[in-house]
T-cell receptor
C-alpha cells in the first residue's frame, strides 16, 4: 500500500461547482496533515492544515478520519483560479521520519468557465 | 509568513559539469532543511535532510557523493549536483519549517524550486 494515496484525476468541473478530494495514508502514527496546492511547474504552497475536528477556511473545508486513515478536502463555489494539483501531505510519524512530510502524487483539478 | 528563497530558478548545464543550488530561510532560522526532487507527473520525493553543522541524511537510493549538501549556517543550505547527467534533469525544491512554531507539526515552506536541465 502506498504511503499516501490520492486519485490523480483530473477532475473537470464548471465554475461554481463543489468538488471533493479524498486521500488515504498508511502510517497510523502520523500526527500532522496538510493540503498543499501546486501550480504547473511551480513549488507547492500550503493551502491548509488539517485538524482532528475538521476545519474550514473560506470555501475550503478539510476533514480528518483517523480511524479510517483518510483526509478530505472540499472546495465550494469553485473558481477558475482553483485549477491546480492538490497534494495530500502527511508527516512521517514517530522516529527519524517524523520531521519529514510524505506527499501524495496529487489530484489535478481543472475548473472550466 | 515564513519565506524560503531558492536560487537559481532554472539552470541549463552541460553533461559532466556541476551545479550548485542555494536555499535560504529569509526570516527564520532552520537547523534542518529538506531537499526534494520532482520528475514530471510524479510526487515530490525526499532526497536528503540537511542538518546545520553536521552531515546530511540521505534517503535510500540517493548518492551522497553525487548530491553534495552543505548546511553551513542556520539560514543557508546548498545542494551541489556533481558531474550532472541528463537523467539528473528534474525540478529540485528545498523546504524548511519555522522551528519557532514547533518542530514536527508545523507545515513546510518551500523555495520556488530549481528546474535543472542537463544537455
Amino acid at each position: 500500500r502506498k504511503e499516501v494515496e490520492q486519485d490523480p484525476g483530473p477532475f473537470n468541473v464548471p465554475e461554481g461547482a463543489t468538488v471533493a478530494f479524498n486521500c488515504t495514508y498508511s502510517n497510523s502514527a502520523s500526527q500532522s496533515f496538510f493540503w498543499y496546492r501546486q501550480d504547473c511547474r511551480k513549488e507547492p504552497k500550503l493551502l491548509m492544515s488539517v485538524y482532528s475536528s475538521g476545519n474550514e477556511d473560506g470555501r475550503f473545508t478539510a476533514q480528518l478520519n483517523r480511524a479510517s486513515q483518510y483526509i478530505s478536502l472540499l472546495i465550494r463555489d469553485s473558481k477558475l483560479s482553483d485549477s491546480a494539483t492538490y497534494l495530500c501531505v502527511v508527516n512521517g510519524g514517530y522516529g527519524g521520519s517524523q520531521g519529514n512530510l510524505i506527499f501524495g502524487k496529487g489530484t489535478k483539478l481543472s475548473v472550466k468557465p | 509568513g515564513a519565506v524560503v528563497s531558492q536560487h537559481p530558478s532554472w539552470v541549463i548545464c552541460k553533461s559532466g559539469t556541476s551545479v550548485k543550488i542555494e536555499c535560504r530561510s529569509l526570516d527564520f532560522q532552520a537547523t534542518t532543511m529538506f531537499w526534494y526532487r520532482q520528475f514530471p507527473k510524479q510526487s515530490l520525493m525526499l532526497m536528503a535532510t540537511s542538518n546545520e553543522g553536521s552531515k546530511a541524511t540521505y534517503e535510500q537510493g540517493v548518492e551522497k557523493d553525487k548530491f553534495l549538501i552543505n548546511h553551513a549556517s542556520l539560514t543557508l543550505s546548498t545542494l551541489t549536483v556533481t558531474s550532472a547527467h541528463p537523467e539528473d534533469s528534474s525540478f529540485y525544491i528545498c523546504s524548511a519549517r519555522d522551528e519557532n512554531r514547533g518542530t514536527y507539526n508545523s507545515p513546510l515552506h518551500f523555495g520556488n524550486g530549481t528546474r535543472l536541465t542537463v544537455t
